[in-house]
């Protein structure tokens, strides 16, 4: 593992909450968020100081921790803590109100190690005896409990990922298993999948099997033999895996098959029928018993006279009546820039530069440094002598770098008032201006609206960002009228964004489809907080193809003359 400040921060925070948990010195505690608070607020990457463990509220303790995570990639310490930690401690904090000190105070006084525990103690009216807590807590938590554990239906993609990732990291330890590809709603980056599939091919079934059963976290067997493996894995919440072993001939058929979606597949069956021929996911059965096999889905397609159909348009079988839009629909390879992400100046892991030169990797012709404003002190915002420091920095890097342009911008909070948090003088020096919405989520939909009209009437301001400031699977956001946010964006000529990050996906298809049709400009983008988040653009892209999103309405693929030329700036 790659260690960022970021990871840095972030274990250091984990042990001192886990410390806290167990009851430690509150002191102790106490010096391990400094430590962290003391590495947020260093303007530096970790990559530009010069001894890390100099730096004025690093001590012994959090000083080899530190050693640990840049020597072996990890933290002994934490590991150790994690151990001692009762399991059901952990997920506990989940619950709204109640932090590590809360937790830890219901452990050491009432014995609380779970879910079940808490339930009975607040039953018997326990906790509301408890000082800090009281009545009113103790129904709260009783009325969260309610639902608390239960597993849902259905996951977000982006709590899928990561176990994709360590299945796929499985799978290519196993010799056995010559190629694999996952498959259903996943595949088709959907916001929210109930299983994962996999296809894999293989030549010894069995040992596939066994190798994965043996591997994983498996919690639960539902079907094991040679054709299929059907599984729970426990991660953050269960999830169910059917792995399928297939020979390299069917392959293609079969990732078709189990991609879906199920209304498209009924529609290239009816094709097939009319051809006189059936499909499985084995393969196109011939009139005479024969059955024919691909070696790709592009020759899967190409045999009913189709173009390839990307996993993301396959819904409700009209994607077959629209393939002259595939010509244009927008693809990774169409992206030029990235418009939003932070550095280190507020809450990211890395430098100007190095977000800059992780840019130029990547083919990029030009960014926009977008850290975040004042309002925003969690994550460490900028004051406005910082924002003109920083846009020194960020013009000296861009005459220094060759192959990239780097233009200064800045994530301005809206603020709870509707008033913006940089005046327009400020604003004036800046090459592109993003709004977004970070506080007050619970006023009403009148007064959001009133905050998003300030900022997008505003001349200087280019984008709102994260438009409804939603976390799939998590909260709803601030529930704006995305309808009349569209049409003043239409009406002052503003970009409005698909947040990449998978977390949000933000605009949300059905409204991305009618900015489309508004001809209102799309910026799809990162909202990178170190080089390793600039991978979210591929997931921003497909779920822009969901929305059949033309390349040329989606801002990232424009030249920097283009894309100036609509700021009404000039380079």
């Given at each position: 593992m790659a260690v960022n400040k970021k990871i840095i921060i972030k274990t250091l925070e984990e042990i001192a909450l886990h410390m806290e948990l167990l009851g430690e010195n509150p002191f102790k505690v106490g010096a391990f968020r400094k430590a962290a608070g003391v590495l947020e607020q260093d303007p530096r990457s970790l990559a530009e100081m010069d001894d890390i463990l100099s730096l004025k509220g690093i001590g012994k303790g959090?000083?080899?921790?530190?050693?640990?995570?840049?020597?072996?990639?990890?933290?002994?310490?934490?590991?150790?803590?994690r151990e001692q930690v009762p399991d059901g401690l952990i997920p506990l904090l989940k619950i709204p109100g109640l932090g590590g000190k809360k937790i830890a105070k219901l452990r050491g006084e009432l014995g609380i190690d779970s879910a079940?525990?808490?339930?009975?103690?607040?039953?018997?009216?326990?906790?509301?005896?408890?000082?800090?807590?009281?009545?009113?807590?103790?129904?709260?938590?009783?009325?969260?409990?309610?639902?608390?554990?239960?597993?849902?239906?259905?996951?977000?993609?982006?709590q899928l990922e990561p176990v994709v990732r360590m299945i796929e990291t499985v799978l290519d330890s196993i010799p056995e298993a010559e190629r694999y590809m996952v498959t259903g709603s996943y595949r088709r980056t959907a916001e929210m999948s109930s299983d994962l599939d996999f296809i894999i091919v293989t030549k010894k079934p069995d040992q596939v099997n066994a190798?994965?059963?043996?591997?994983?976290?498996?919690?639960?067997?539902?079907?094991?033999?040679?054709?299929?493996?059907?599984?729970?894995?426990?991660?953050?919440?269960?999830?169910?895996?059917?792995?399928r072993f297939v020979s390299e001939e069917q392959f293609a058929s079969a990732i078709h098959h189990f991609t879906g979606s199920k209304d498209?597949?009924?529609?290239?069956?009816?094709?097939?029928?009319?051809?006189?021929?059936?499909?499985?996911?084995?393969g196109v059965e011939q009139e005479d018993g024969s059955v024919l096999t691909f070696d790709s889905e592009e020759n899967f397609f190409?045999?009913?006279?189709?173009?390839?159909?990307?996993?993301?348009?396959?819904?409700?079988?009209?994607?077959?009546?629209?393939?002259?839009?595939?010509?244009?629909?927008i693809r990774p390879e169409d992206i030029r820039s990235d418009l939003h992400m932070h550095t280190v100046w507020s809450d990211g892991a890395e430098s100007v530069r190095e977000m800059a030169e992780a840019c130029r990797e990547l083919g990029y012709s030009h960014i926009v440094i977008t850290d975040h404003s004042r309002y925003l002190r969690v994550a460490n915002g900028l004051t406005p002598e910082r924002l003109r420091d920083q846009i020194r920095e960020v013009r000296a890097v861009d005459a220094e770098l060759d192959g990239i342009t780097v233009l200064c911008g800045t994530e301005m909070d809206i603020l709870p008032d509707a008033?913006?948090?940089?005046?327009?003088?400020?604003?004036?020096?800046?090459?592109?201006?993003?709004?977004?919405?970070?506080?007050?989520?619970?006023?009403?939909?009148?007064?959001?609206?009133?905050?998003?009209?300030?900022?997008?009437?505003?001349?200087?301001?280019?984008?709102?960002?994260?438009?409804?400031?939603?976390?799939?699977?998590?909260?709803?956001?601030?529930?704006?009228?995305?309808?009349?946010?569209?049409?003043?964006?239409?009406?002052?000529?503003?970009?409005?964004?698909?947040?990449?990050?998978?977390?949000?996906?933000?605009?949300?298809?059905?409204?991305?489809?009618?900015?489309?049709?508004?001809?209102?400009?799309?910026?799809?983008?990162?909202?990178?907080?170190?080089?390793?988040?600039?991978?979210?653009?591929?997931?921003?892209?497909?779920?822009?193809?969901?929305?059949?999103l033309d390349r040329d309405m989606i801002v990232n693929t424009w030249t920097l003359d283009r894309f100036l030329s609509h700021l009404g700036r000039k380079q």
């Open positions: 959090t000083g080899a921790v530190i050693t640990d995570l840049l020597e072996k990639g990890e933290s002994e310490l934490l590991g150790e803590l079940e525990s808490l339930r009975a103690a607040c039953e018997a009216g326990e906790v509301s005896k408890l000082s800090g807590f009281g009545k009113k807590t103790e129904e709260k938590i009783l009325a969260e409990l309610e639902t608390f554990g239960q597993r849902p239906d259905k996951l977000p993609h982006w190798a994965l059963a043996g591997a994983l976290p498996v919690i639960g067997t539902d079907a094991s033999g040679e054709a299929k493996l059907s599984v729970t894995v426990n991660a953050d919440e269960p999830v169910d895996v059917d792995f498209h597949n009924v529609r290239m069956r009816q094709i097939a029928k009319e051809r006189g021929e059936k499909i499985s996911e084995y190409a045999h009913f006279g189709l173009p390839f159909i990307p996993p993301t348009v396959r819904k409700d079988g009209t994607e077959l009546e629209r393939t002259d839009e595939l010509k244009t629909l008033t913006l948090d940089f005046d327009d003088e400020l604003l004036s020096e800046l090459d592109f201006v993003i709004a977004s919405i970070h506080s007050n989520f619970s006023q009403p939909q009148e007064k959001i609206m009133e905050r998003l009209h300030a900022a997008i009437s505003n001349p200087h301001v280019d984008m709102i960002a994260h438009p409804t400031g939603r976390i799939i699977g998590r909260r709803d956001g601030y529930s704006p009228d995305v309808a009349q946010l569209i049409e003043w964006a239409a009406e002052y000529g503003k970009i409005l964004e698909l947040n990449a990050n998978p977390y949000r996906l933000d605009l949300a298809e059905e409204w991305l489809v009618l900015a489309a049709e508004k001809g209102v400009p799309i910026a799809v983008n990162t909202d990178a907080h170190s080089v390793g988040q600039l991978s979210y653009m591929d997931t921003g892209v497909r779920y822009a193809q969901r929305a059949w």
